[in-house]
């Protein structure tokens, strides 16, 4: 029979590797499934009666996970992208030439407000008259956190 630190040893790396590969569902990002595997190794290792020792077996583990992490995952990302976008947060760019609401009323005295989204922002007019609330204006430019507009034709 086997003796009681082997089995444990053994018993021990077996249910952490599986613990960390069930994990990875809970906590994506392919990593937990990777020192899971590295934990499994370990397992190997000790059921085969290639390493005994506790710090043997923490040494198998850091450096088979590491290798796994730096291989397998690069080649799993590589085949299975993950779901990301790149997205334009340029909020100056965004706004540009659009057309918006006047919330309130804009002169070349007062600043007023527009509706972008489902925010309000601070309008600046530099033209001659009043843009009254309700009218639709252009967003031409940025002024600090103002936004400067123009009557649309």
Avoid: C, H
């Amino acid at each position: 029979m086997f003796d009681f630190a082997f089995e444990s040893s053994l018993n021990f790396w077996f249910l952490f590797g599986a613990f960390l590969m069930i994990a990875e569902f809970i906590l994506p990002g392919l990593v937990s499934i990777f020192v899971g595997l590295g934990a499994l190794t370990v397992a190997g290792f000790i059921y085969f009666q290639i390493i005994e020792s506790i710090s043997g077996q923490l040494i198998v583990w850091f450096i088979s996970s590491t290798v796994y992490i730096f291989t397998l995952r690069l080649l799993v990302m590589r085949y299975y992208p993950s779901d990301t976008e790149t997205q334009n947060i340029d909020e100056e760019a965004q706004m540009m030439n659009k057309i918006v609401e006047v919330i309130e009323p804009i002169s070349v005295s007062k600043n007023g407000r527009i509706r972008y989204g489902e925010s309000t922002w601070v309008a600046i007019y530099k033209g001659e008259g009043e843009i009254q609330a309700g009218e639709k204006v252009k967003v031409v430019g940025r002024e600090n956190i103002s936004w400067i507009v123009e009557k649309t034709e």
